[in-house]
């Protein structure tokens, strides 16, 4: 019995210990940016418009704008949790290639932006770069799409309840953070002691307007489920397109059905 008592404290002891560090750490994991910038637009032939936008709160953001035809649809682009803007620029050519205009904002903390990486700080960077593509390039509402790529998804979706895009796009996104949490470590109580939610699932539901979310059954990081929840959470009109490949490679390694998904998509949304 002593022995068995024995056990049970350290594996106690051991996911208190893990809990604690998972706690104080959780900052670190979930937020990782990088401040170099390795190329710009202009590198990859890519005619461009450096912008800082600046938020209501202080910060200074950085951030491209990448024209393509004034009467076309504009994306706004939230990207994930790593690196930054100049990451991106496979997609932003992409969008380009398909007629859109966009503007990819990088959140406070990441590339040349100002200040430090917050779950509210992302919805606030976010709004900021809607607000500057209505009052500086004139856009209306409906021919914006908020597109977001892994926790940009969560981000765009708690944007997009609250301004009414003309459409929505989640990609590799997941179901909340306690979700995300839960499944990375599946022994440890962790929705005690989140820090943040970034609840898409809810946000989602609150969504109306056309919504297109991807994702790959290949995904290692977040799962395939999630991404079925979201489209069953979304409402009508709708579309569920299956991507294929890793996290964080579905995109360069399957470009072709990439595009494809999004053209095929862009043709259904209504014209205004």
Known sequence: ?????????????????????????????LYQPSHSIMMAPDDIGLSYEQVVLHTPDGQ???????????????????????GNISHRLDTLMMFNELGLNCLIVDYRGYGQSTGKPT???????????????IENKGASPERIILFGRSLGG??????????GPGALVLESTFTSYDDMA?????????????????????????VHCPVLVIHSPDDEIVPYKFGQQLFAAAN??????????THNDGFYTNTGLYKKIWRNWLTQLPNE
Request: net charge positive; proline share 4%.
């Open 236 to 245: 009508e009109p709708k579309r569920f397109a299956e991507l294929k490949g």
């Open 119 to 133: 779950e509210k700080g992302t919805f606030v960077d976010i709004k900021t770069g809607w607000d500057w593509l």
């Open 1 to 29: 019995m002593s022995i068995v008592i024995t056990l049970a404290a350290v594996v106690l002891a051991i996911g208190v210990g893990l809990s604690l560090v998972l706690y104080l750490t959780q900052g670190h994991v």
């Open 154 to 163: 969560s981000v765009a979706a708690n944007v997009a309840k609250d301004v």
């Open 60 to 82: 200074a953001l950085s951030a491209w704008y990448i024209p393509s035809d004034p009467q076309a649809r504009t994306v706004l682009f939230c990207h994930g949790n790593a």
């Open 182 to 206: 839960s499944n990375l470590y599946p022994f440890l109580p962790v929705r005690w002691f989140t820090k943040y939610n970034y609840n898409t699932l809810a946000a989602v539901k609150a």
